[in-house]
């Protein structure tokens, strides 16, 4: 039941930002919309920035289902990509409502998941410190979310294919080399061919 209730939530926050911008819904508007409580909104969330990032987070968590490995990376990717752009309206509200670094906050940690799982497969087998992998993962995190702000900050003009394409051109390689400098028994692989 917790679920469908944040789910309500979210899709009436969706709605309501068609019409109005963020800093003009209120809690009580989101609950009477949904027919609940004020107390049932705060049993769920601590507040509307709060239902703003779950939305983010669920969002591109189905987004990325599946597709957090080496192979899939770019599928993921740019599935994150084509679900901001879905939901364009939500997104561009939130981004001009709220701060950019508060926007990052909301993509840190979906893009940080992806990458950890891309950085910890390809580092089976290596000897490489959990602190080596958090900042790999991390450097790329900050590149992979400068790139994806700035695209909606340029209103998502660009094709989200054509992006992710150029970011795998720059990852290609780079990520078993990067592994590679940090473990203690650096693998054979060559990165050209990772």
Request: charged residues 20%; aromatic residues 10%.
């Amino acid at each position: 039941m917790s679920q469908i209730t944040k789910r309500a939530l979210g899709a009436s926050l969706k709605n309501m930002l068609l019409q109005k911008p963020l800093n003009k819904i209120t809690i009580n508007d989101i609950a009477e919309d949904c027919g609940i409580s004020r107390m049932t909104f705060y049993y769920h969330f601590k507040d509307i920035y709060d239902l703003v990032e779950w939305v983010c987070v669920e969002d591109a968590r189905q987004a990325l289902a599946g597709k957090k490995t080496y192979d899939t990376w770019q599928e993921g990717f740019q599935n994150i990509f084509y679900a901001v752009q879905e939901n364009k309206p939500f997104i561009m509200n939130v981004y001009r409502s709220v701060s950019r670094r508060q926007t990052e906050q909301y993509l840190n940690p979906l893009i940080h998941s992806l990458l950890l799982d891309v950085v910890e497969e390809k580092a089976a087998g290596l000897s490489i410190s959990p602190e080596s992998k958090q900042f790999i993962a991390s450097f790329y995190e900050y590149a992979f979310i400068g790139v994806m702000l700035e695209w909606i900050d340029g209103n998502m003009k660009e094709d989200p294919a054509e992006i992710v394409a150029n970011v795998s051109k720059v990852v290609q390689g780079n990520l078993v080399r990067a592994l590679n400098a940090f473990s203690t028994n650096p693998s054979l692989h060559s990165p050209r061919n990772d």
